[in-house]
């Protein structure tokens, strides 16, 4: 309802000061380059974090003395901060695969 509202109040506002809405523009992003490195349950890692964010973003961390605990901690964050509904199963499997690969 508030997007009709607002698209209203746009139209609205450029018939007032006499312009006409912009015309849609057609673009296309570019393909996805990132990939994850191969590792144990790679699907389960694809499924749960590609959701959100790309391979990318997991390069972007330092290096990390206790690979286990960092990753583990990162994962909990996801989960508890960020909300991402990755199932208690497959926690551990992330982690591992996390602290294996990265």
């Given at each position: 309802m508030?997007?009709?509202?607002?698209?209203?109040?746009?139209?609205?506002?450029?018939?007032?000061?006499?312009?006409?809405?912009a015309?849609?523009?057609?673009?296309?992003?570019?393909?996805?380059?990132?990939?994850?490195?191969?590792?144990?349950?790679?699907?389960?890692?694809k499924?749960?974090?590609?959701?959100?964010?790309?391979?990318?973003?997991?390069?972007?961390?330092?290096p990390?003395?206790d690979?286990?605990?960092?990753?583990?901690?990162?994962v909990?964050?996801?989960?508890?901060?960020?909300?991402?509904?990755?199932?208690?199963?497959?926690?551990?499997?992330?982690?591992?695969?996390?602290?294996a690969?990265?």
């Amino acid at each position: 309802m508030q997007r009709t509202v607002l698209l209203a109040v746009s139209f609205g506002l450029a018939a007032a000061l006499g312009s006409a809405p912009a015309a849609p523009i057609n673009y296309k992003t570019p393909d996805e380059v990132a990939a994850f490195k191969p590792g144990p349950d790679l699907e389960i890692v694809k499924g749960n974090c590609s959701a959100c964010h790309s391979a990318d973003y997991i390069k972007t961390q330092p290096p990390i003395k206790d690979k286990k605990g960092f990753w583990q901690a990162e994962v909990t964050k996801m989960i508890k901060v960020y909300g991402a509904p990755i199932n208690d199963a497959d926690v551990g499997k992330i982690v591992d695969y996390l602290a294996a690969t990265y």
